[in-house]
């Protein structure tokens, strides 16, 4: 079992940066891929980044890259979810999740675990 909490959400204006921590409980988290997803008001959940268990490959979505990373450390038992550039339309409600079978997913129905989420307002 792996409880996941995110937090560094906030409001900011466009062009800044914020920094998503996704923390998680439980020993075994290095044995978990994590994804972060999104969602905005009155739209459907979407993939944003994952990285592997021991965080050597990543994979972010078109939208994010060259703006947004992502990263962990397996010895605090947290992922990062660095967030530069930032537009309006990124503004969304920011989750992480884990897998324990996953490669980089861009599916949800793949991953085990999910946190409750951390709101991100990008103002223009």
């Known amino acids: 079992q792996v409880q996941l909490v995110e937090s560094g959400g906030g409001l900011v204006q466009a062009g800044g940066s914020l920094r998503l921590s996704c923390a998680a409980s439980g020993r075994t988290f290095s044995t978990y891929a994590v994804g972060w997803f999104r969602q905005a008001s009155g739209k459907e959940r979407e993939f944003v980044a994952a990285?592997?268990?021991?965080?050597?490959?990543?994979k972010l979505s078109d939208s994010v890259k060259g703006r947004f990373t992502i990263s962990r450390d397996n010895a605090k038992n947290t992922v990062y979810l660095q967030m530069n550039y930032l537009k309006p339309e990124d503004t969304a409600v920011y989750y992480c999740a884990a897998g324990s079978s996953v490669v980089l997913s861009t599916v949800q129905s793949e991953y085990d675990y999910w946190g409750q989420g951390t709101q991100v307002t990008v103002s223009s």
């Open positions: 990285i592997s268990r021991i965080g050597w490959s990543t």
